[in-house]
């Protein structure tokens, strides 16, 4: 079984930066994606980043395109977002999670896994 847990969420202040972590565990694939995804009580989870393991393509939404970096530690198994020039719509609980699908992208509904969500909150 995939496990996956998030780590480095936190309290900044706009325009500050923070790095999240998530620890994989289990079997990976390189034809497998790994995805950053975020969700505000009440509304569907959004697709933040992902990156294809085998290629190291990435895929952003356009909300944060420039601003957030999705990158693959593979030697550690770590996943990483790096989040720079937050805004308050940034707060959200944020997720990382593994398809073992051949496609993921930023489509939640491909995503198999899911760690246990580490929170971002961003004051203006």
């Known amino acids: 079984q995939v496990q996956l847990v998030e780590s480095g969420g936190g309290s900044v202040q ?14 990976i694939s390189s034809n ?5 995804f975020r969700q505000v ?5 959004e ?17 944060v ?6 990158s693959q ?8 977002l790096q989040m720079n020039s937050l805004k308050p719509e940034d707060s959200a609980m944020y997720y990382c999670a593994f398809t073992s ?5 930023l489509e939640a509904a491909r995503y198999d896994y899911w ?5 971002v909150t961003v004051s203006s």
């Open 14 to 27: 706009a325009g500050g930066s923070l790095r999240l972590s998530c620890a994989v565990s289990g079997y």
């Open 32 to 36: 497998n994606w790994l995805g950053w």
């Open 41 to 45: 009580p009440g509304k569907e989870r």
């Open 47 to 63: 697709g933040v980043a992902s990156i294809y393991r085998g290629s190291g393509s990435t895929f952003y939404a356009d909300s």
């Open 65 to 70: 395109q420039g601003r957030f970096t999705i």
């Open 73 to 80: 530690d593979n030697a550690k198994n770590t996943l990483y």
């Open 101 to 105: 699908s051949f496609w993921g992208g």
């Open 115 to 119: 760690g246990q969500g580490t929170q």
